[in-house]
């Protein structure tokens, strides 16, 4: 029933390398988010977008990048990746055009590990 | 400082009985309040949603209080099921703010 897709959902791999996680929805969302959570901790918003060609940073600094280039498509890019950046991320979309409250709908993560 | 809180420590129940979970939250001022179920490895699931002119709102075997004097939502699944467990999330969004700021969430085992 997921209209919203993240790939890859577990990823192992070796400092210093560039990593792209994918986030893609069909619901026609225009509001998207990208979330990190640590096992029993809170979601930290890193970075959201309000449509096309708009993307903000959220609470939680972050050395990863976002692009929107498409309606349906907000990857997060690691240029380098370190140990600390190990954790889960999350993305998730929501109608912007009937209301700030509307819900977020998510992916099921990214299990990110860097060795 | 802001803060959500959320019982750290796991809700134990039999099943068939009622489960209450409760969100507290400090120097926000909430237009609404969600609650998200997330089980293991997945992502959050949204429920329900409350805003800050309602003080209840009820779906199925679901019901969800909002008290803004006691700055505290309550989260009750009647009749409880071992399919109900899982970590439920509080979230809020404030007058003017743009965010959901979430909970960490408190982790339900209905016992069979």
């Known amino acids: 029933e997921a209209d919203i897709y993240q790939t890859p959902r577990y990823l192992v791999i070796g400092t210093g390398k560039k990593i792209t996680l994918e986030c893609s929805q069909t619901?026609?969302?225009?509001?998207m988010y990208w979330y990190q959570q640590d096992p029993g901790m809170e979601l930290h918003l890193i970075h959201y977008?309000?449509?096309?060609?708009?993307?903000e940073k959220g609470d939680l600094s972050s050395e990863s990048t976002v692009s929107r280039i498409r309606t349906e498509h907000f990857p997060l890019t690691l240029e380098s990746a370190r140990p600390s950046h190990t954790s889960q991320y999350l993305c998730?979309?929501?109608?912007?055009?009937?209301?700030?409250?509307?819900?977020?709908?998510f992916g099921d993560g990214t299990r990110l590990s860097i060795l | 400082s802001q803060k959500i809180e959320q019982n750290s420590e796991a809700l134990n129940i039999q099943e068939g009985k009622t489960a209450t979970l409760t969100c507290n939250y400090t120097n926000y001022s909430p237009a609404y309040l969600q609650w998200y179920r997330q089980d293991p490895g997945r992502g959050p699931v949204f429920l329900l949603l409350?805003?800050?002119?309602?003080k209840e709102k009820r779906k199925e075997r679901l019901k969800v209080t909002f008290d803004t004097t006691l700055k505290q939502s309550l989260f009750h699944i009647t009749a409880s099921q071992p399919a109900d467990s899982a970590t439920y999330l509080c979230a809020l969004g404030e007058t003017g703010g743009f965010k959901t700021i979430f909970g960490a969430g408190t982790r339900l085992f209905v016992k069979a």
């Open positions: 998730a979309s929501s109608d912007g055009g009937r209301g700030r409250d509307q819900p977020q709908h």
């Open positions: 619901m026609g969302h225009d509001k």
């Open positions: 977008s309000y449509g096309v060609n708009s993307t």
């Open positions: 409350i805003r800050e002119n309602e």
